[in-house]
């Protein structure tokens, strides 16, 4: 079993940045392939990026060049690093951890950018 717990999200400028973080508990973080999603008001949960455990990681279009997924195994934290934020970015942000046929979630942290 894995818990997570998403934290960083805010309120923000449009052209600003945030810094999210995945807290997870539990042993094994590192085999974790850990994603971040979204999801806007009226809109289908998304994804943003995810990275593997060796580090590969792969971003949605709409966010390439502007977000950086990392992750920290030693603290069992990921990272989303959101850089010129668009009001369209606006949505809670979810964190994921996915093994095999495992998957866990966290409850969401709300990034709202204004413009």
């Known amino acids: 079993q894995v818990q997570l717990v998403e934290s960083g999200g805010g309120l923000v400028q449009a052209g600003g940045s945030l810094r999210l973080s995945c807290a997870a508990s539990g042993s094994s973080f590192s085999i974790y392939t850990m994603g971040w999603y979204r999801q806007a008001p009226g809109k289908q949960r998304e994804l943003v990026a995810f990275?593997?455990?060796?580090?590969?990681?792969n971003y949605a279009d709409s966010v390439k060049g502007r977000f950086t997924i990392s992750r920290d195994n030693a603290k069992n934290t990921v990272y989303l690093q959101m850089n010129f934020l668009k009001p369209e970015d606006t949505a809670v942000y979810y964190c994921?951890?996915?093994?095999?046929?495992?998957?866990?979630w966290g409850k969401g942290t709300l990034v709202t950018v204004s413009s």
């Open positions: 990275i593997t455990s060796v580090g590969n990681t």
């Open positions: 994921n951890a996915k093994f095999s046929f495992k998957g866990y």
